[in-house]
């Protein structure tokens, strides 16, 4: 066999080698894109996520953590995160009744320059005597003041408070269906019909009514009186009515009266059935976040 005939043979095979190749490649990649649409078909019909991963769960607007914290000295909250700053309300160690210690809500905490230093660098081979600039950095805490008028922030050092404590749980009141909700880390776990401020001013001359907002659970009581029932919550909502020695504070409390409930029945308190208010007393605490809307 001529060599030129050598040549021309190994070249078909060549071609033809080719040509299988591409034939088993475009075959291949049809089989893949056919099983990736029925996949695909099969798992948009059965609503599940390739591979058994589940998907993240839609974060609830009642999944809220909470952070209070009692002061440490009595200096005074700033408008700004600076020493220099204006302070317009002093930082209490007791809530206005004395029964409790007063917290306070950290919103959020930021670092600040405090002040800044010089020191010098010895003398190297490589660079003569220099100074360097030092910056010292200090936490401000922006917390939520209690105390009229309602919704009061400012800022204070970190140091001024005690070590936060973290609440997961939630309490929702709406005054427009007179209901309670009670959540723990944005799951409903419990709820009861309440009674709250009346807002057409029926109990005097000056409107009465519970102010909405979002505020926190101060202090927690036993109380004596049937009137308050068998148990009490202070928040750090104060009510339009200042008729109170207290201040007015916004109270979650027992009724001797339960068939007013629900309903306006109150100058501003949230009051709720006696087995109601004892179960909530086992859901919730010192820093629970309490929402009035």
Known sequence: ??????????????????????????????????????WGTSVAAAGSPP??????????????V???????????????PSLNSQGFKQLDFYTPDHEALQTYRI????????????????????????????????????IAVPGRPNGQTGWVL????????????????????YTMHVYRSGKLIFTAPVGVGNITGEYGTTPTGTPAGHYWIAEAFPSSDPFYGPWAFGTTDYATDTDFP?????GIHGTDDPGIIPGDVSHGCIRMKDPDILKLKKLVGIGTAVWIE
């Not at 060549?14 to 088993?24: E, H, I, Y």
């Not at 207290?246 to 916004?250: K, L, Q, T, Y």
């Open 51 to 64: 591979y058994g991963i589940k998907p993240k769960p839609k974060q609830s607007q009642y999944d809220v």
């Open 66 to 80: 909470t952070e209070v914290a009692i002061a440490n000295v009595g200096r005074f909250v700033r408008r700004r």
């Open 246 to 250: 207290d201040g007015s504070i916004v």
């Open 1 to 38: 066999m001529s060599s030129a005939r050598v040549v021309q043979r190994a070249a078909n095979e060549v071609s033809k080698g080719r040509a299988l190749r591409r034939t088993t490649l475009a075959f291949v990649s049809a089989a893949v894109l056919v099983s990736t649409l029925v």
């Open 158 to 177: 970190s140091s001024w408070l005690g070590v936060p404590k973290i609440s997961h749980t939630l309490i929702v009141v709406s005054r427009e269906t």
């Open 107 to 142: 919103i959020t905490t930021k670092r600040v320059v405090g002040h800044v230093t010089y020191r010098w660098v010895k003398r190297t081979k490589r660079r003569k005597r220099h100074r360097v600039r030092v910056i010292h950095w200090v936490l401000w805490d922006h």
